[in-house]
T-cell receptor, first 116, second 113 residues
Framework: GNSVTQMEGPVTLSEEAFLTINCTYT??????LFWYVQYPGEGLQLLLK?????DKGSNKGFEATYRKETTSFHLEKGSVQVSDSAVYFC???????????????FGQGTILTVHP | KAGVTQTPRYLIKTRGQQVTLSCSPI?????VSWYQQTPGQGLQFLFE???????NKGNFPGRFSGRQFSNSRSEMNVSTLELGDSALYLC????????????FGPGTRLTVT
């Protein structure tokens, strides 16, 4: 079956530091890949997406590139802010119809804490 | 445009009871997915409904069921509650043709005692 593996957390950084959160996946076919973010006390929000190999998703200074050869979708940000403190989830959805309908498969989440 | 709403936000039930959770999707969204979030298992897919039909189901026992109404609102039901059902239950809606771009509600926190 499909699966997503994220780097072990939590991650603690100082403001303006560089962020990388690793994500690798296992899936048949060509899934679409996503990063979702969960801020304290809020619901999950879509941060960025990529639907095919070599696509780069970007939003709010965050970027991730769909690497089919390494089955990875690592999240990066050049300079984090305190307001980026949240839980980040890597996810995929298969594009094969049928059993993929509406089913996002999530990684275990990475807690990011940014200190001033 | 109003977001996804879930009611109630918090619920405390006793083992053996049943519970019904409600979800109102974003206007125009016909797909509704449900997830269970726990510290140990993370986010796990329960089921997905589209135009009142369940199109997909995760690996949960038959005690977990759902339905969708003609206005796309959805409910999920858990019968014979167990302690292990304590979790945050999240509902998400999406547009047809964009299944991965899901908009999540704030969740219902269910505690089973």
């Amino acid at each position: 079956g499909n699966s997503v593996t994220q780097m072990e957390g939590p991650v603690t950084l100082s403001e303006e530091a560089f962020l990388t959160i690793n994500c690798t996946y296992t899936a048949t076919g060509y899934p679409s890949l996503f990063w979702y973010v969960q801020y304290p006390g809020e619901g999950l929000q879509l941060l960025l997406k990529a639907t095919k190999a070599d696509d780069k998703g970007s939003n709010k200074g965050f970027e991730a590139t769909y690497r089919k050869e390494t089955t990875s979708f690592h999240l990066e940000k050049g300079s984090v802010q305190v307001s980026d403190s949240a839980v980040y989830f890597c996810a995929l959805i298969a594009n094969a119809g049928g059993t993929s309908y509406g089913k996002l498969t999530f990684g275990q989440g990475t807690i990011l804490t940014v200190h001033p | 445009k109003a977001g996804v709403t879930q009611t109630p936000r918090y619920l405390i039930k006793t083992r053996g009871q049943q519970v019904t959770l409600s979800c109102s999707p974003i206007s125009g969204h016909r797909s509704v997915s449900w997830y269970q979030q726990t510290p140990g298992q993370g986010l796990q897919f329960l089921f997905e409904y589209f135009s009142e039909t369940q199109r997909n189901k995760g690996n949960f026992p038959g005690r977990f069921s759902g339905r969708q109404f003609s206005n796309s609102r959805s409910e999920m039901n858990v019968s014979t509650l167990e302690l292990g059902d304590s979790a945050l239950y999240l509902c998400a809606s999406s547009l047809a043709g964009m299944p991965g771009e899901q908009y999540f509600g704030p969740g219902t926190r269910l505690t089973v005692t």
